[in-house]
């Protein structure tokens, strides 16, 4: 049996988390943590597990790996004690809030040899990998031009907890939470960007952006568009490409593209690849830290903080 443990309930996917690992053959979760003691006690009778302090979660040689969802403003400090320790470690999006502590991070990943492994979920749609795969292909040529669009209802619904509209805890609003997959989609797809800019406004009037709009520049003068928020109803997550010998366009998996392979005309992809387990399900089973795909690894990981931390640049 692989033993688990969940540092923190701060963020809406720890619940989700705690129950894709027990529903793994051979792996549960023993042990939870949170600040909040009265929530960890409920969530441990929930789970039929114990609760334990971040000291002896590290500190027990039977729990293998930790998945951290804690506030992200603290993932930093707790990610490199984890890697410290000997676990493997799980986080949530993003990362750090700063460069700086991402550094630190990674490298407490590389001396520790530690498997890794950081929530992007969207490389394991069907629709999704084969944009990507598309992409990096070169059967659209070359790619100057993507833009990938993940908005969700979270302020019209009121369903996001009021600490996600905290600027401290949690650096931002919706572009640094949700807007987290548009940017690292756009890094796999692109690379790097040498330039970001930003356009951010506030339409709940929480304090933090909830309709938002990044501009990324490209070395080869690619551009990319991020965009997110908190205020669409029934908006398709969408990935659209433009390149020197073809197209393609994503709605919800939903995927078309033309180029020399669809003899230059639009069809609809009939084939797609068969979806892969989530991060942190190729994470759980894994058995050493290459076994973990680089677009999920440590160096995408700091990649989306440099990104994100430019996002917010004013």
Known sequence: MKNFAMLGKWHVHAPGYANEINAI?????????????EQANAWAQQLGCETASVED????????????????NEHGPL??????SGKAVFTEKVLTLSVKEAGEVREAVKANGTRFAI??????????QFAVNAARSGKLGTINYARVRKAHNGSLGDWLPPHFYDPVACGGGAMIDLGAHPMYL???????????QSTFTQMSGRGVEDNAVSLLEFANGAIGVSETGFMSV???????????????LMRDQHVSWCCADTGNQWVDVQDLPEALPSPLVQWATAEKPEDISPDFGIDAAVRLTRVMEAAYQK
Do not use: M
């Open 79 to 84: 990610l490199v004690r984890a890697c410290q």
């Open 119 to 128: 929530s992007f979920p969207h490389f394991s749609e069907r629709g999704t």
């Open 234 to 248: 029934h908006y398709p997550f969408t990935i659209e490409l433009g390149g020197t010998e073809g197209a393609l």
């Open 186 to 196: 756009l890094c796999a797809l692109l690379g790097e960007p040498v330039n970001v």
């Open 25 to 37: 053959p051979g792996c549960r979760i023993s042990k939870v943590w949170d600040p909040d003691e």
């Open 57 to 72: 979660i590290l500190g027990d040689p039977s729990i293998e790996g930790v998945i951290v969802c804690c506030a992200t």
